[in-house]
């Protein structure tokens, strides 16, 4: 309460108590023990002011409710992936899965998983863990290099382009302006369900501290080597999503305007070069390359004919480029393959469903071991919006075209 409500309140009541004791006064003077009519209607005056008082006073502790637990919410917006599967486990999440009152017990990771520090998210609910953020100091994963955006559908319907014909020209008068033309394909790309399960010992139930350990260490490089295996390599035919590595656009060297022996003695980072400038001639900036990381650790073993070392061209500081292009390492991609794209324009992620995490006993031979299967899986989408974004191919095959 503030403290002007509080002053006006005070003396409101003080005039109440005035007028009560004049009203009493003036019922004993009155032979009928009548109240004076006029005391009456400013008493009841003074009465509805304290009423109207009173409700602002509600309104204002409801809206400082109302802010106190946005703000505690966002509190625990902080709280990493460890603590948040603390506090849904203390809070009753797998309770009767551990008293052996169920087979098994499920909740899910709300949010999106997202790029970051740490491992942070909201808990929702006593059932719910939050999303979590992956470490970028660890492998580079696919979902972090694209936009992401939530469907509630189970088909995703859009158009790509493959090709556009340039029909832009200074026209003289009365002439006839030229035709441009988009080559757009009607695509569609399902939702499917990306998924992996761990075991873990019961007696590791009885213990919170080791289980969310556990799963905090386990959950997100295993639920991400599988989603990165689909964004990249994902063949299409169902149940597997549609990869860059099957959607994006072939090196060649018509469209990356490289002919055969133009460079001499050609190496990884002529082939690197070369797709970036089969992107630029599409009018497309490359944001990201993606290699294997025996090939990029091939590339820094590179030198020149002094027998020194060419990595400087590939690192500028912490962070690995080429060229100003930030050079990403993953185990999803092949042996002698890589990937330079756009990937911030040409391609998305879509989620239907976030992660949730599930934990069964009757699973395998568990009962007989003591174990508990966990569950972790997610259904997405990826559409590959321009193909002519990503340039696509291997190393050694362009080496040798070049």
């Known amino acids: 309460m503030t403290d002007d ?24 003077d009155n ?19 304290i009423t109207e008082k009173h409700d602002e006073v509600q309104k204002r502790m409801d809206s400082m409710e109302v802010t106190n637990k946005k703000l505690e919410a966002k509190s625990k917006s902080t709280l990493n992936l460890k603590d948040a599967l603390r506090n849904a486990i203390n809070d009753g999440a797998i309770d009767s899965l551990k008293k052996g009152q169920s087979r098994a017990s499920s909740f899910e990771i709300k949010a999106d998983m997202t ?24 492998t580079t994963h696919v979902r972090q290099m694209v936009p992401t955006g939530t469907t509630n559908s189970d088909l995703i319907r859009y158009v790509s382009e493959s ?10 008068e009365g002439a006839a302006l030229g035709q441009t033309d988009f080559n757009l394909t009607a695509s569609t790309a399902p ?14 139930l009885a213990d919170t501290e080791q289980l969310t350990s556990y799963i905090s260490a386990r959950v997100p490089s295993k639920l991400m080597a599988v989603e990165d295996d689909q964004l990249l390599g994902g063949s299409g035919v169902a149940p597997n ?9 072939a090196w060649s060297n018509a469209l990356s305007g490289f002919a055969a022996g133009v460079i001499g003695n050609p190496q990884q980072f002529d082939v690197l070069l ?6 630029a001639k599409f009018n497309y900036t490359a944001d990201y390359i993606l290699v294997n990381p025996t090939d990029f650790h091939k590339i820094l073993a590179l030198k020149d004919s002094d027998n020194r070392y060419l990595k400087d061209q590939v690192y500028n500081g912490l962070q690995p480029n080429f060229m100003g292009v930030p050079v990403m390492i993953n185990t999803a991609m092949a042996a002698d393959e890589f990937i330079v794209g756009n990937f911030s324009t040409g391609a998305q992620l879509w989620v239907r469903e976030n992660v949730s995490v599930e934990f069964f006993e009757q699973d395998s031979d568990n009962v007989q071991k003591n174990f508990i299967t966990v569950r972790v899986q997610e259904r997405i989408g990826f559409t590959t919006y321009l193909p002519n974004a990503f340039c696509r191919g291997a190393f050694s095959t362009v080496i040798a075209a070049l």
């Open 31 to 49: 032979a009928k023990g009548e109240v004076n009519e006029t005391l009456k209607s400013e008493i009841d005056h003074l009465t509805s002011q």
């Open 274 to 279: 070369t797709a970036i400038n089969q992107l």
């Open 5 to 28: 409500i509080k002053k006006e309140l005070d003396q409101i009541g003080d005039l109440v108590d005035s007028k009560i004791e004049k009203a009493m006064e003036s019922a004993k």
């Open 115 to 138: 790029t970051g520090a740490d491992y942070t998210g909201e808990v929702i609910a006593a059932t719910r863990v939050p999303g979590f953020k992956y470490d970028p100091s660890n």
């Open 163 to 172: 090709a556009y014909t340039q029909g832009a020209a200074a026209t003289a």
């Open 241 to 249: 999503l549609h990869g860059l590595r099957n959607t994006g656009t």
């Open 191 to 204: 939702i499917e369900t990306v998924g992996t399960y761990l075991r873990l010992s019961r007696q590791m």
